[in-house]
């Protein structure tokens, strides 16, 4: 079992930036693939970014360009880095991980979901 504590979501201006964390607990041999999808009223759930334990990334079409997604292995965290943000982006962010037993069974685990709003 993995749990994922998210952090960092808020209300921010347009333009302006936020920092979201999640972290990854539990039972679990290694963590593999994280990242975050979003979820915006009205809309399907779209991926954010994605990142490989090897540092491989890919973003959204949405997001390129100006959000940042990180990881530090030893603590089996995620970062996403949100700079020049738009209305648009506003929405519940949701991060996800892969946990790997020793057995190379993978799971996929979800956090609770973190809101950012982008308004003045």
């Known amino acids: 079992q993995v749990q994922l504590v998210e952090s960092g979501g808020g209300l921010a201006q347009p333009g302006g930036s936020l920092r979201l964390s999640c972290a990854a607990s539990?039972?679990?041999?290694?963590?593999?693939?994280m990242g975050w999808y979003r979820h915006a009223p009205g809309q399907q759930r779209e991926l954010v970014a994605q990142?490989?334990?090897?540092?491989?990334?890919a973003y959204g079409d949405s997001v390129t360009g100006r959000f940042t997604i990180s990881r530090d292995n030893a603590k089996n965290t995620v970062y996403l880095q949100m700079d020049g943000l738009k209305s648009e982006d506003t929405a519940v962010y949701y991060c996800?991980?892969?946990?790997?037993?020793?057995?190379?069974?993978?799971?996929?685990?979800w956090g609770q979901g973190t809101q950012v709003t982008v308004s003045l």
């Open positions: 996800f991980a892969d946990g790997e037993t020793v057995q190379n069974i993978v799971t996929g685990y």
């Open positions: 990142i490989t334990y090897g540092g491989t990334r």
């Open positions: 539990g039972s679990f041999f290694s963590i593999g693939g």
